[in-house]
């Protein structure tokens, strides 16, 4: 809400807030990785604390126009497609391995609001751009993938 609180958007306390949550989820999914503590729960919990932080993000840069809308609008519904992408996976029984343009693109989606927030346009554009371009790739790889493991099922089923 801090953002909410200025005129234009521009909140150094905001876009620190916001860089602390992505950090500490950042720094919990090290911590899983590095301590070998995986569970069923946080692999379903981490990627949807991701898409809420992205969204949150990009709330807030579409309500003060910091980022253009349209690749606002493009990042939005792709992580609304993958929520449900990932509940029908789970329903099936597929399991999609993280893939690298998705674990690197997430971090240039989240920059861009922190730089937007931050008003440094120049960054958060690269970070929106660069951030749009993987996980657009990401996603299609997602649904490739998604979609080799149905066609195994179902051959394994005939």
């Known amino acids: 809400m801090l ?3 200025t005129d234009d958007g521009h909140s150094v306390a905001a ?10 989820d950042y720094l919990d ?14 692999t379903i919990i981490d990627p949807f604390v991701d ?3 992205v969204v949150a ?8 126009e910091l980022l253009p809308r349209w690749a606002i609008a493009i990042l ?14 789970l329903r099936h029984g597929i399991d999609l391995a993280i893939n690298w343009p998705g674990r690197i693109g997430i971090w240039w989606v989240l920059a861009a609001p922190f730089w937007a927030i931050a008003d440094v346009r120049v960054l958060a554009l690269i970070g ?11 996603t299609a790889l997602y649904i490739r993938d998604g979609l080799g493991q149905l066609r195994m099922q179902r051959s394994s089923r005939a």
């Open 15 to 24: 876009a620190l807030l916001y860089f602390g949550l992505a950090l500490s």
């Open 29 to 42: 999914g090290i911590a899983a990785r590095v301590t070998g503590q995986y569970s069923r729960l946080g």
């Open 57 to 64: 993000g990009m709330v807030a840069c579409w309500s003060y």
């Open 128 to 138: 929106l751009y660069v951030g749009l371009a993987l996980t657009l790739w990401s």
């Open 76 to 89: 939005i519904a792709r992580e609304l497609l993958m929520l449900v992408l990932a509940r029908y996976g």
């Open 51 to 53: 898409r809420l932080l």
């Open 3 to 5: 953002v909410y609180s």
